[in-house]
């Protein structure tokens, strides 16, 4: 099942729940649901859904650099010049935060 999917199916638990007049750790029980399930699924529905995208990152070979950096390009045109030497973990932080 798809998240689509999930979110579809939790979304329409959580209305027939509501829908049912009963508590929820009632409709829960009667229909088999795990209590921490729900619970889940009801918070994660009324926060807004993340969005990511993917940036392209573009690396050209053919220009080589004594400086030993890592040049990123962006598509909103920002150009960023960091050290080799940074972790991917640095570098992702970077990236996150020039985006």
């Given at each position: 099942m ?5 979110r579809?199916?939790w979304?329409s638990?959580?209305e027939q729940?509501k829908?049912?007049q009963?508590?929820i ?24 859904e ?8 573009e690396?050209d070979?053919?220009?080589?650099s004594?400086?030993?950096?890592v040049v990123?390009l962006?598509?909103n045109g920002i ?5 080799a ?7 992702k932080?970077?990236?996150?935060a020039?985006?």
């Amino acid at each position: 099942m798809s998240q689509e999917q999930k979110r579809t199916h939790w979304a329409s638990v959580i209305e027939q729940q509501k829908q049912s007049q009963l508590t929820i750790k009632q409709f829960c029980e009667d229909k088999g649901i795990s209590y921490q399930t729900f619970f889940y699924w009801s918070k994660r529905l009324r926060s807004p859904e993340t969005v990511q995208t993917l940036q392209p990152i573009e690396f050209d070979e053919s220009r080589h650099s004594l400086s030993e950096a890592v040049v990123l390009l962006f598509a909103n045109g920002i150009r960023a010049e960091l050290p080799a030497a940074l972790s991917p973990a640095q570098i992702k932080h970077w990236v996150d935060a020039l985006q």
